[in-house]
C-alpha cells in the first residue's frame, strides 16, 4: 500500500510539476505577443551597440530569417565587419589572427525560435525548480531538457517576462523590455561565460521585424 501511495504520490508531483512549468512558459507566450503572432515572425533586425569589457564599443547589427539563417555585423570606423553567421549550410566566424572570415567546422546553428515555443513538439521536457530572484525581483526558474542539453529559464513571477536564461557556457540576463509590432522583446542583453572571455553587453536602439531581405544578405562569399 505505501508503495502504491508513493507512487501515486510521484505521479501526481510530475503531473502538476509539467503543468505548472506549461502554464508559465504559456503566460509568458501569451503575454508578450501571443503564440500566433511569434510564429508569424520571419525575419528580425536588431541594431545597436555591443560593449566588450570597459571601453570597447562598437556599432552592430544581426540579421535573423527562419529557420536558422543569421549574421552578425559590426562597425570599426566606418566599415561593417562580419564576425559570424549561418547561410543555410555552412557556418562562419571571423579569425582574429588571419583577420578573416572562416567556415566553422561542426558548427550547430541555433533555432530562429527560442526552444520553449512549442518546445513538447520539439522533445524538450520542462519541469518548475522552484523560485528565485533576479537583481531584485523573484522568478520561477523553469529547467528545459532534451537528452543532455538542460537550459534553466527565469520567468519574473509578476509579469512572466523572461529576465535570465542559463546555458551550459552561457548566462544571459534580459532587461529593458519594449513592444516591437505585436511582440515584447528585451532591448538590453547581459552575457557572462564561465572563463569571462565571451562577456559583452548588447544595447538596442532599434528592433525590425519581417522585413525582406536582399537575396546576398546571408552569402558569405
Known amino acids: 500500500m505505501k508503495k502504491i501511495l508513493l507512487i501515486a504520490t510521484i505521479l501526481v508531483t510530475t503531473i502538476f510539476s509539467a503543468q505548472t512549468a506549461k502554464q508559465i512558459i504559456d503566460k509568458n507566450i501569451e503575454l508578450t505577443g501571443g503564440l500566433t503572432n511569434w510564429k508569424l515572425l520571419n525575419s528580425i533586425i ?3 551597440k555591443v560593449i566588450l569589457g570597459v571601453n570597447d564599443e562598437y556599432p552592430m547589427r544581426i540579421y535573423q530569417q527562419r529557420p536558422n539563417l543569421t ?14 553567421g549561418y547561410d543555410g549550410k555552412n557556418g562562419y566566424a571571423m579569425n582574429y589572427v588571419v583577420n578573416k572570415l572562416q567556415v566553422q567546422k561542426n558548427y550547430v546553428p541555433e533555432s530562429f525560435d527560442t526552444d520553449f515555443i512549442d518546445y513538447e513538439n520539439k522533445g524538450f521536457t520542462a519541469q518548475v525548480l522552484g523560485k528565485e530572484k533576479v537583481g531584485e525581483r523573484d522568478c520561477y526558474k523553469v529547467e528545459l531538457t532534451k537528452n543532455v542539453n538542460k537550459t534553466v529559464y527565469y520567468f519574473d513571477v509578476q509579469n512572466f517576462l523572461l529576465l535570465k536564461e542559463e546555458k551550459k557556457d552561457e548566462t544571459l540576463v534580459y532587461s529593458d523590455f519594449k513592444k516591437v509590432n505585436n511582440l515584447v ?37
Request: no cysteine; aromatic share 14%.
Open 71 to 84: 549574421k552578425t555585423v559590426v562597425f570599426i570606423g566606418n566599415k561593417e565587419n562580419v564576425i559570424e
Open 185 to 221: 522583446m528585451p532591448f538590453r542583453i547581459e552575457a557572462t561565460t564561465p572563463k569571462k572571455e565571451g562577456d559583452y553587453v548588447m544595447i538596442l536602439y532599434k528592433i525590425e521585424v519581417n522585413k525582406a531581405f536582399p537575396a546576398n544578405t546571408f552569402k558569405f562569399y
Open 46 to 48: 536588431l541594431q545597436g
